[in-house]
């Protein structure tokens, strides 16, 4: 079974990220809005969701998924609504969700089919999620170009930036209120708390004391500092591959020290048995 993600309102500003020249605004639609009907509804949650993870560059399957019960509580709504329940009954029975695990009626998970997706999108975003993203980086500067590219504020690039830095220098992480203070601002502002959080919900930042994650770097590691200094940092920024080179170099400095003893003691073994010999050959000659 697929472990599956709680999906925080932080997420959905995150929708007005940035996609190379062209920028998405995504708005789930509210049934209050003129024309809209249940199964519009639906389906643009389901559209939200899978937008959101698609956006995070996640391999795991299921993650864009939502279960009828689920739409509901966001909507604060009854979920045992007979019309909400036949139209999410109707998505399924004309191909726009998929059934991605067994449950009840309430807890199954759904996505959206090629078919949903279509019938959702606008023009614009068919067009932008037509274009396969660049996923194969080489170095760390193509990642971070792309990570920066679909955060939702400025404030975002910024806090990337910082954390970046600390990578750098020690990995340690970097408190709430320290990143505020080194941006200037207040730590309880929406756009720096939103920021944050975004930068959390996709990954690529953990913990209270925050610190970037592996998936932030090209295969996990910092790929300039294993070629400079060659080794992989770490949570602890330990430089395990010299200390490796360090230990054989002492070990190999000892074993020439014990041969260079063991050949000294040897020398002056011969000798002494070389003294004795003659020595006892002079008395014989007496």
Same mark, same amino acid.
């Given at each position: 079974?697929?472990?599956?993600?709680?999906?925080?309102?932080? &997420? /959905?500003?995150?929708?007005?990220?940035? +996609?190379?020249?062209?920028?998405?605004?995504?708005?789930?639609?509210?049934?209050?809005?003129?024309? @809209?009907?249940?199964?519009?509804?639906?389906?643009?949650?389901? =559209?939200?969701?899978?937008?959101?993870?698609?956006?995070?560059?996640?391999?795991?399957?299921?993650?864009?998924?939502?279960? %009828?019960?689920?739409? =509901?509580?966001?909507?604060? =709504?009854?979920?045992?609504?007979?019309?909400?329940?036949? /139209?999410?009954?109707?998505?399924?029975?004309?191909?726009?969700?998929?059934?991605? #695990?067994?449950?009840?009626?309430? +807890?199954?998970?759904?996505?959206?089919?090629?078919?949903?997706?279509?019938?959702?999108? +606008?023009?614009? =975003?068919?067009?932008?999620?037509?274009?396969?993203?660049?996923?194969?980086?080489?170095?760390?500067? *193509? !990642?971070?170009?792309?990570?920066?590219?679909?955060?939702m504020n400025k404030r975002g690039e910024e806090? %990337?930036?910082?954390? !970046?830095?600390?990578?750098?220098?020690?990995?340690?992480?970097?408190?709430?209120?320290? !990143?505020?203070?080194?941006?200037?601002?207040?730590?309880?502002?929406?756009?720096?708390?939103? /920021?944050?959080?975004?930068?959390?919900?996709?990954?690529?930042?953990?913990?209270?004391?925050?610190?970037?994650?592996?998936?932030?770097?090209?295969?996990?590691?910092?790929?300039?500092?294993? /070629?400079?200094?060659?080794?992989?940092?770490?949570?602890?920024?330990?430089?395990?591959?010299?200390?490796?080179?360090?230990?054989?170099?002492?070990?190999?400095?000892?074993?020439? &020290? #014990? @041969?260079?003893?063991?050949?000294?003691?040897?020398? #002056? +073994?011969?000798?002494? *048995?070389?003294?004795?010999?003659? *020595?006892?050959?002079?008395?014989?000659?007496?």
């Amino acid at each position: 079974m697929v472990k599956r993600k709680a999906i925080s309102k932080t &997420k /959905a500003l995150a929708m007005r990220r940035k +996609t190379g020249s062209a920028s998405v605004a995504f708005k789930v639609k509210s049934i209050n809005d003129s024309g @809209c009907k249940s199964r519009d509804v639906l389906l643009s949650h389901l =559209m939200e969701q899978y937008l959101l993870n698609n956006s995070s560059d996640d391999e795991q399957r299921g993650v864009e998924s939502l279960s %009828f019960g689920e739409i =509901m509580s966001r909507l604060n =709504m009854n979920d045992h609504n007979t019309g909400w329940r036949n /139209a999410w009954k109707d998505l399924q029975k004309n191909g726009f969700t998929e059934q991605l #695990e067994s449950g009840g009626f309430f +807890t199954t998970p759904f996505r959206l089919t090629q078919q949903g997706r279509d019938e959702a999108s +606008t023009e614009e =975003m068919k067009e932008v999620l037509a274009k396969k993203p660049k996923t194969n980086f080489q170095t760390n500067q *193509e !990642l971070h170009e792309h990570i920066k590219g679909k955060l939702m504020n400025k404030r975002g690039e910024e806090i %990337f930036d910082l954390l !970046l830095q600390d990578h750098e220098k020690n990995g340690d992480g970097m408190k709430r209120k320290e !990143l505020a203070k080194a941006l200037g601002i207040s730590e309880t502002g929406a756009y720096f708390s939103y /920021a944050l959080q975004q930068l959390k919900d996709l990954g690529y930042a953990e913990g209270k004391k925050t610190r970037l994650t592996k998936k932030a770097f090209v295969k996990g590691k910092d790929v300039k500092k294993d /070629a400079e200094k060659g080794y992989q940092k770490e949570s602890g920024g330990r430089n395990s591959a010299i200390k490796e080179e360090e230990k054989e170099k002492v070990k190999k400095v000892k074993q020439e &020290k #014990e @041969c260079g003893g063991r050949h000294t003691q040897s020398n #002056e +073994t011969a000798k002494i *048995e070389k003294v004795k010999q003659e *020595e006892s050959l002079v008395k014989q000659e007496e």
